[in-house]
């Protein structure tokens, strides 16, 4: 079972940036995929979370909603995070990872407890003028 996140960059205040979550090993859609970042000095935060297709449902961190959007592409086994109106403070390595309980415990803490059962490693996000 691998994760990768990949897509980051350097990206100017208010620009946009679509980040790729990629399997191996297993499918996406099984599974509840949440979307994490963590900023040099500070603790991970969560980002967003979505559901498999059969259930449904995506939830978002309250400083990313209206900005970030998650999809699947289930024919191409890839979740997207979708970031538009990216702010300085949006710096961050961001992460993937596979929870099997599909966004349960994201959803009953808020993203206080993460719940997931396989991570990824991260891309580098830095939004600079």
């Known amino acids: 079972v691998q994760l990768q996140a990949s ?4 990206v100017q205040p208010g620009g946009s940036l679509r980040l790729s979550c990629a ?4 499918t996406l859609d099984y ?28 939830y978002y961190a309250d400083s990313v909603k209206g900005r970030f959007t998650t999809s699947r592409d289930n024919a191409q086994n ?3 995070l979708q970031m538009n ?9 961001y992460y993937c990872a596979a929870d099997r ?12 407890h993460s719940g997931m059962d396989y ?3 991260g891309t580098q996000v830095t939004v600079s003028s």
């Open 119 to 121: 991570w990824g490693k």
């Open 31 to 58: 599974y509840g995929i949440g979307w994490f970042r963590q900023a040099p000095g500070k603790e991970r935060e969560w980002v967003s979370c979505i559901r498999s297709s059969d259930g449904g449902g995506i």
């Open 78 to 80: 890839t979740v997207y």
């Open 23 to 26: 399997a191996s090993g297993f």
């Open 7 to 10: 897509g980051g960059g350097l």
């Open 101 to 112: 309980q599909n966004c349960r415990t994201v959803a009953l803490t808020r993203g206080r």
């Open 85 to 93: 109106t990216l702010k300085p403070e949006d710096t961050a390595v």
